[in-house]
């Protein structure tokens, strides 16, 4: 039994070495924890701030009992861990958060929409599909133009298509490569926004102010942040997050990504069980930032204080971006956040910068 609040100088073990859980370890660094990495890379970003890297892929029974062993608590960076690293890190005894339900729920897309709609956390209607007839059907059902995403694995825009007619669902299934789907309606949004939330180890929740978030080519860009809001949308993010966070029992930080509706009304697009991209504005535009609320949460020490210390614009650095990184420096108002990575490849996120400006600007 590990015994909470950990006490400094106790390891936290990650699940997943790249930049999230690069900054995870440098925030446990600053607690005064040791952090164990488990990634299939051995240069990965995390490695470099690591107190240990153990180089193995994710399901290795033998590496996932070393990492038990090294570890008072576990956590991971990314929501794809498979399931049964999960439960052998449970079945020798290890302590995870967030739990295997949460990581369950946010790996497939039908279960995560039917979840969020039992838990009072509105999305748009969508049908599961597994074969062109039930395909066809689900686009008949939601009426085209549709989006048919498949079920498992898609990120940054990755396993997407839209189709315009039923007839097209056998070309729409090829190119999102077959495999179980998802049909959805169209969100006719104006903005995406995302709400970062915290729940600790007695339950208290911790809300940051939500980020306003513009894509490129899938990937996200820029978030800016806080977003300006009406108080009822404001009011109707903090009830779905908390919504969110009480159903699935969670501790540790949590991303809901959402569209905001032309009339205000919100509704989910996705929940990432984990720290986020579009959370990296709090690292210098906030009291205390997502990654060390992570480790509070999962370390079982009370949550800090949420509250935006300045505007904060976050552009990330993809690519050849990072290339700009002399001008960036000198720079006053840039905060510079480079992720170690050894080689620019396109779409690759490689860092980023916070802009900030003051609040009563
Ligand atoms: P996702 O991988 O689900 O986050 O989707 C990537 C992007 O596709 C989102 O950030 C939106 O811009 C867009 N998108 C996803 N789902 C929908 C939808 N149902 N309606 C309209 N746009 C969507």
């Not at 039994?1 to 600053?30: H, K, V, Y």
């Not at 033998?62 to 449970?90: C, G, H, M, W, Y």
């Not at 995406?192 to 513009?214: D, M, T």
Request: aromatic share 6%; proline share 6%; net charge negative.
């Amino acid at each position: 039994m590990t015994d909470f609040p950990l006490a400094p100088g106790s390891t936290i073990g990650i699940l997943g070495g790249g930049q999230l859980g690069r900054m995870l370890a440098l925030a446990a660094a600053r607690l005064g924890f040791d952090v164990a990495i488990l990634d299939p890379e051995p240069d990965c970003p995390a490695s470099r701030v690591a107190k240990t890297t153990i180089t193995a892929a994710y399901d290795d029974p033998q590496a996932l009992k070393a990492l038990a062993e090294a570890s008072d608590v576990i956590t991971f960076e990314f929501e794809n861990v498979p399931a049964r690293a999960v439960e052998r890190l449970l079945d020798v005894g290890a302590e995870v958060a967030p739990n295997a339900r949460a990581l369950a729920i946010a790996q497939d897309r039908v279960d995560e929409k039917t979840f969020l709609n039992g838990a009072g956390a509105p999305t748009v209607a969508f049908a599961a599909a597994d074969d062109v007839a039930s395909l066809a059907l689900g686009i008949e059902t939601l009426g085209a133009p549709c989006l048919i995403k498949t079920r498992r694995d898609g990120y940054d825009g990755k396993g997407q298509t839209w189709v315009e007619h039923a007839s097209d669902a056998a070309a729409a299934l090829a190119r999102v490569g077959s495999g179980p789907v998802i049909v959805e309606a169209p969100a006719a949004f104006r903005r995406e926004l995302s709400v970062i939330a915290a729940r600790g180890r007695s339950g208290e929740i911790a809300l940051y102010p939500l980020g306003e978030n513009h894509h490129e080519g899938g990937i996200l860009r820029r978030t800016q942040a806080p977003a300006e809001l009406t108080d009822r949308t404001r009011a109707q993010a903090e009830q779905i997050a908390a919504r969110i966070l009480g159903a699935l029992d969670y501790v540790g930080v949590l991303a809901v990504e959402l569209f905001e509706l032309e009339d205000g009304q919100l509704l989910v697009n996705e929940i990432a069980p984990r720290v986020h991209n579009s959370g990296h504005w709090t690292l210098d535009g906030c009291e205390v930032d997502q990654f060390e609320q992570q480790i509070r949460a999962v370390a079982g020490w009370p949550l800090g204080p949420t509250q935006a210390l300045a505007h904060t614009e976050m552009i990330n650095l993809i690519g050849d971006d990072a290339e700009e990184w002399k001008r960036l420096i000198a720079e006053p108002a840039a905060r510079v956040w480079l992720y170690g990575k050894r080689e620019a490849r396109p779409g690759r996120k490689m860092g980023h910068v916070n802009r900030l400006r003051p609040l009563k600007d």
